[in-house]
């Protein structure tokens, strides 16, 4: 079973901030969600990371659910890792907030060393534009390890 975990965000920028690491399966059931209700409300955290785990935010209802569980979301930085589909679902507040941001978790087979990921780019393609990003801080492939709540 999957649970909440409490750590140091590591990529970024919010690394440093300490965090609330939420799977997103721990907002799909009710006592689930109060339990990471409670944990918002303890006021312990800068960061809240909704699809921690390896386990992403999936649709429509994934966001609905995070979106009630952040109220005051305007309080906190909070990340959302989701899927590719998922991100067709993302609320319009979250996308135009400076204190929200949305990470695609995409799984490659392939290890990869820091060089060769540095060989990498993503082009988001939208109506209007191409945008091009780049792993230019292998300090980014630097992982910290979180301790359960």
């Known amino acids: 079973m999957l649970s909440l975990f409490e750590g140091f965000e590591a990529e970024g920028r919010w690394r440093g901030l300490k965090t609330l ?4 399966t721990m907002i799909r059931a009710d006592e689930d969600r109060t339990e990471v209700a409670h944990a918002i409300q303890s006021d312990r955290y800068a960061h809240l990371y909704f699809g921690a785990g390896d386990h992403p935010i999936l649709d429509e209802e994934d966001w609905a659910r995070a979106m009630e569980l952040v109220l005051n979301w305007k309080d906190y930085c909070i990340t959302f890792e989701v899927t590719l589909n998922a991100l067709h679902y993302s609320p319009a507040k979250i996308l135009s907030s400076r204190n929200c941001r949305i990470f695609i978790g995409l ?6 060393t820091p060089d060769q990921a540095q060989a990498i780019e993503v082009k988001l393609v939208d109506t209007q534009h191409a945008h ?4 230019e801080n292998s300090a980014d492939l630097i992982y910290l390890k979180d301790k359960p709540l």
């Open 21 to 24: 690491f939420i799977p997103a």
């Open 107 to 112: 799984n490659i087979t392939t290890n990869l």
């Open 132 to 135: 091009c990003f780049s792993h």
